[in-house]
T-cell receptor, first 112, second 114 residues
Framework: SQTIHQWPATLVQPVGSPLSLECTVE??????LYWYRQAAGRGLQLLFY??????ISSEVPQNLSASRPQDRQFILSSKKLLLSDSGFYLC???????????FGPGTRLTVL | AQSVAQPEDQVKVAEGNPLTVKCTYS??????LFWYVQYPNRGLQFLLK??????LVKGSYGFEAEFNKSQTSFHLKKPSALVSDSALYFC????????????FGGGTRVLVKP
């Protein structure tokens, strides 16, 4: 069966510091991968998605970037965090014959 | 561009009563439509989907949803709500292809009272 992992689970970072959030998927090959941000427990905003290694599509221009160095690894990064980067970051995958996306447990980021 | 609206921020029902969470969407072409549920500080869980075929789709935990093309709606329903159904519910339409990107609504918080 497929599983998706995110780490860290929680993170508190000062303004201006770098960021690296990691997402890995097990049990599937060549998945579509997605990064979302959820602010204040409400709607999700799609940040990036990837249909293959090294292929990244950015949905919202902002202070973040994404990379996919391996087939089942998706990384969200920032060189300098802003207060507005605080939120709940969710990774998701979709693959094979499935239409739906499956979400990881999320990372709660607080920028102080 | 695609969009989705969940007109109610919160829905309150008594346990045992029917539950409806509303969703309307705007997607070019024939959409995929999904419902997800989120419990506090957790990721989203898939409930059900409409891809094609029968307009009434059944999903997890006794939930169902009806696709109405003329009204561009995909309302989520449960005949008899449980206290454990209290959570945040998201409707998400998506176009076919294009990386299967989904657009999430703002969510509807459901509170089921004992």
């Amino acid at each position: 069966s497929q599983t998706i992992h995110q780490w860290p689970a929680t993170l508190v970072q000062p303004v201006g510091s770098p960021l690296s959030l990691e997402c890995t998927v097990e049990g599937t090959s060549n998945p579509n991968l997605y990064w979302y941000r959820q602010a204040a427990g409400r709607g999700l905003q799609l940040l990036f998605y990837s249909v293959g290694i090294g292929q990244i599509s950015s949905e919202v221009p902002q202070n973040l970037s994404a990379s996919r160095p391996q087939d089942r690894q998706f990384i969200l990064s920032s060189k300098k965090l802003l207060l507005s980067d605080s939120g709940f970051y969710l990774c998701a995958w979709r693959g094979g014959t499935l239409d739906e996306q499956f979400f990881g447990p999320g990372t709660r980021l607080t920028v102080l | 561009a695609q969009s989705v609206a969940q007109p109610e921020d919160q829905v309150k029902v008594a346990e045992g009563n029917p539950l409806t969470v509303k969703c309307t969407y705007s997607v070019s072409g024939n959409p995929y439509l999904f419902w997800y549920v989120q419990y506090p500080n957790r990721g989203l869980q898939f409930l059900l989907k409409y891809i094609t075929g029968d307009n009434l789709v059944k999903g997890s935990y006794g939930f169902e949803a009806e696709f109405n093309k003329s009204q561009t709606s995909f309302h989520l329903k449960k005949p008899s709500a449980l206290v454990s159904d209290s959570a945040l519910y998201f409707c998400a339409p998506g176009p076919r292809g294009e990386g299967n990107k989904l657009t999430f609504g703002g969510g509807t918080r459901v509170l089921v009272k004992p």
